[in-house]
């Protein structure tokens, strides 16, 4: 069974405030990904990270940012919150060598006001 | 650049009937796809993949899918669906050799008693 945990699981923040997505797997998996989904819309792929100190960005252009200092942890953080960042963020893992095998998290449902 | 297309934004079907979820690709050479499920509040769980090999693959909770190359098609089917299976369903593909996933807008399923 597959562990990787998202909190929280919703949040509404005024605009202005910074704000971190927490992501946390539990598989010792090399790499994640962090997706922004919109309803109605397929999943976006906005970071990546094959390891730790390894992030690069993904096709969707976002103003978020990410780190990856352990293994087991990737958040992604919003400097400035905009309206225009409200949406899903699902976060997913990958081991290494099945590559194309994505586990997922349960999502943060991000609302701007 | 590849993309993904799911004709059927939401389809409703009523509870033991067959189901078909279409999903076309577009890319130069047959890249590795996939089925994923998304319930309700829920992150995304993989159903099923096609790497190579028999066209026909078997997933989990009662589902597969065929793979046509002359279509360029990775359909899903079910031959007797249940209420459980009221879900939003995702095709996606990956080039061979990279793990990034595209994904297609999605088809909601309805069940009807």
């Known amino acids: 069974e597959a562990d990787i945990y998202q909190t929280p699981r919703y949040l509404v923040i005024g605009t202005g405030k910074k704000i971190t997505l927490e992501c946390s797997q539990t598989m010792g998996h090399d790499k994640m990904y962090w997706y922004q989904q919109d309803p109605g819309m397929e999943l976006h792929l906005i970071h990546y990270s094959y390891g730790v100190n390894s992030t690069e960005k993904g096709d969707l252009s976002s103003e978020s940012t990410v780190s990856r200092i352990r293994t087991e942890h990737f958040p992604l953080t919003l400097e400035s919150a905009r309206p225009s960042h409200t949406s899903q963020y699902l976060c997913?893992?990958?081991?290494?060598?099945?590559?194309?095998?994505?586990?997922f998290g349960p999502g943060t449902r991000l609302t701007v006001t | 650049a590849q993309s993904v297309t799911q004709p059927d934004i939401h389809i409703t079907v009523s509870e033991g009937a067959s189901l078909e979820l279409r999903c076309n690709y577009s890319y130069g050479a047959t890249p590795y796809l996939f089925w994923y499920v998304q319930s309700p509040g829920q992150g995304l769980q993989l159903l099923l993949k096609y790497f190579s090999g028999d066209t026909l693959v078997q997933g989990i909770k009662g589902f597969e899918a065929e793979f046509k190359r002359s279509q360029s098609s990775f359909n899903l089917r079910k031959p007797s669906v249940h209420w459980s299976d009221a879900a939003e369903y995702f095709c996606a593909v990956a080039p061979f050799g990279n793990e990034k996933l595209t994904f297609g807008t999605g088809t909601r399923l309805t069940i009807i008693p």
């Open positions: 997913a893992s990958s081991e290494t060598g099945i590559a194309y095998e994505q586990y």
